[in-house]
């Protein structure tokens, strides 16, 4: 059975606690639920008498012949009958009268024993038993990755947890989430609303349904998010076609339709971005859960969207309406820049070791690379046959790109010098590709998700053509401090009319 990962996110190593807690019943629930399982059973019981009587009443009717019982008596004398006929055949009546000359005594055979307390402490044991393999899998090292994605199953959503460990060569679902409705997008994030509380390990969700709800990572069998954000109350009133509200306009309860793409910034920690099938991209202010600004200059379901790695006020976001959009959120109104596309937009990315460039795909296959000063792209590619569904940069390989696309094939780029060359190509057997996602820690290990064969890891260095043209690439960690080349481009570039790249 096909069971699609819509969406997958890393979590970097270190971030999660080694030892999570696991959500316990209270005295009160535990007594409430033997009560509820004493009554039913009690019911079950009285069902089970009354169905005898029946099946009794019904023998009778039928005709058939019931046997009298037996009296006392005549049933004692059957017993010892049946005793002494045993006793006779196994010769048990003598078994006392036997001699055992070859008896040993009970101290001589335990003289060489050698007892241990437990099988730990005993030498020669050395299989473990399922306790303790599982209370080693549910430990998280320091040298652990997760690796969180959605999957859809028949007849339930889950948020999967899984454990990643590139040196020990394990990869395992930690644990998992009960989702109310199909997972579309999830974000890592550790920011706790609570002020007494220090960073957190947090996933934020978007899905079907208008509601973002963030889980906390640390908590096992959890069965409601720590916080969410917007509600599920449909609005009455609906916006006028063409009509492009300012930050401060707008819906102020949250979203009204699916929310597609979430990012969050990593300068102003309490800040979300939301994209949604409502042709609005929200920024959320997660310490009070209300909505701080709306932005509305889409004029289709926004699919994607993805914060600057170093401005804190830099957005930009794709949408059906076939646009990409540059924000300067202190002034989206006024600062921003527009590009038209060929197609849908797929997936927005930034370079962070070229700071004013981007990345976007589309839904014809082209990928563009676009300096966010200029109306003009750097390159276009015709990357795939069919949507673009995944666009990954490397975390520290400057120029390693990675596609993925409806088309089910997996590609590897090198982009240096905005010159892109095809290194890979491989079918991932996983039919149409949905998501891809570059672990934070290890440059050439990627996820994808499918709609089949699961969560898929690939260490792309395995590749022999990978490694003639990154392996000896110097390995770059970008900041997360305010760079001096980015420090100002989406302002300057605000100004200019949309510019316009037909493919």
């Not at 289709?300 to 804190?312: A, G, I, R, S």
């Not at 995944?390 to 993925?404: A, D, E, P, W």
Request: aromatic share 8%; charged share 25%; glycine share 6%.
């Amino acid at each position: 059975m096909s069971c699609p990962v819509t969406c997958a996110a890393w979590v970097r190593r270190g971030v999660a606690r080694e030892t999570p807690d696991k959500v316990r019943l209270s005295a009160e629930e535990l007594k409430r639920l033997v009560g509820e399982t004493l009554r039913e059973d009690a019911d079950g019981s009285d069902e089970e008498e009354h169905g005898q009587a029946a099946e009794d009443i019904m023998d009778v009717a039928s005709g058939e012949t019931v046997e009298p019982p037996q009296e006392d008596g005549d049933q004692e004398e059957v017993t010892e009958k049946l005793n002494d006929d045993e006793l006779a055949e196994y010769g048990l009546d003598k078994y006392d009268e036997e001699e055992n000359t070859d008896a040993v005594s009970l101290g001589d055979t335990l003289a060489g024993l050698t007892v241990y307390g437990s099988n730990e402490r005993d030498p020669y044991v050395t299989i473990k038993d399922t306790e303790q393999y599982e209370q080693e899998d549910f430990l998280i090292k320091p040298s652990d990755n997760l690796i969180i994605c959605g999957r859809v199953d028949k007849d339930h959503c889950s948020l999967e947890v899984h454990l990643y460990n590139h040196d020990e060569d394990s990869f395992y679902v930690h644990h998992d989430i009960l989702l109310p409705a199909y997972p579309l997008s999830v974000e890592w994030l550790n920011f706790d609303p609570n002020p007494d509380e220090s960073p957190g390990n947090y996933v934020a969700v978007g899905n079907m349904t208008p509601v973002i709800e963030v889980w906390d990572l640390d908590v096992v069998d959890s069965l409601e998010p720590v916080f969410s954000l917007g509600s599920k109350k449909e609005k009455k009133k609906k916006k006028k076609k063409g009509k492009k509200n300012s930050s401060t306009e707008g819906n102020q309860d949250g979203h009204t339709d699916a929310v597609l793409d979430l990012s969050w910034n990593k300068q102003n920690r309490n800040v979300l971005a939301s994209a949604s099938a409502d042709n609005t991209v929200i920024l959320w202010d997660m310490s009070t859960g209300k909505p701080a600004a709306n932005l509305t200059l889409h004029m289709d379901k926004v699919q994607t969207l993805q914060f600057h790695p170093f401005e804190t006020q830099t957005l930009v976001s794709g949408s059906y309406d076939k646009s990409a959009v540059l924000y300067d959120c202190r002034s989206p109104q006024d600062n921003h820049r527009i590009w038209r596309f060929s197609g849908q937009v797929e997936r927005v990315t930034w370079n962070h070791f070229s700071p004013c460039n981007f990345l976007a795909s589309t839904e014809d296959g082209f990928v563009y690379c676009l300096d966010a000063r200029s109306d003009k792209p750097l390159f276009t590619l015709k990357a795939h046959n069919e949507e673009v569904s995944g666009l990954q940069l490397s975390s520290q390989i400057k120029g390693c790109l990675v596609t993925s696309s409806a088309d089910k094939y997996v590609k590897i780029w090198d982009i240096l010098g905005d010159k892109p060359s095809l290194i890979h190509s491989r079918d991932m057997k996983m039919g149409v590709l949905f998501c891809a996602a570059c672990c934070p820690d290890l440059p050439f290990v990627y996820a994808f998700g499918g709609e089949r064969e699961g969560l898929r890891v690939w260490d792309i260095s395995s590749i022999s053509a990978v490694n003639e043209v990154f392996g000896s690439r110097e390995r770059l960690v970008a900041a997360n401090t305010n760079s001096t080349t980015s420090s100002s481009f989406a302002s300057s570039s605000s100004k200019s009319p949309e510019a316009g790249m037909e493919s």
